[in-house]
């Protein structure tokens, strides 16, 4: 993970998902790297890096049903913008 220019960037489809439930806008998918997609949200958008942290530290709290639709949703976008 990591914010260049004002792109918040990271691999974990898990934290992508979140951020994404949460209301964060995914600008990119970079295929740079054949093995892996890196998410990149919108990084200017308020309360983006208390979100991370509140991912990381396990402090942040949402409905498991929701999640798992926009990690799901995020896994056919990957696969879809394959073809």
């Given at each position: 993970?990591?914010?260049?220019?004002?792109?918040?960037?990271?691999?974990?489809?898990?934290?992508?998902?979140?951020?994404?439930?949460?209301?964060?806008?995914?600008?990119?998918?970079?295929?740079?790297?054949?093995s892996?997609?890196?998410?990149?949200?919108?990084?200017?958008?308020?309360?983006?890096?208390?979100?991370v942290q509140?991912?990381?530290?396990?402090?942040?709290?949402?409905?498991?049903?929701?999640?798992?639709?926009?990690?799901?949703?995020?896994?056919?976008?990957?696969?879809?913008?394959?073809?």
């Amino acid at each position: 993970m990591n914010k260049q220019k004002d792109t918040y960037r990271t691999s974990s489809l898990h934290l992508g998902a979140t951020l994404d439930c949460l209301g964060y806008t995914i600008v990119e998918l970079d295929r740079t790297d054949p093995s892996r997609v890196v998410f990149c949200f919108d990084g200017e958008k308020h309360g983006l890096e208390e979100a991370v942290q509140g991912f990381w530290d396990g402090s942040l709290r949402l409905p498991p049903a929701t999640l798992f639709t926009h990690e799901k949703n995020l896994k056919s976008r990957i696969y879809n913008d394959q073809l």
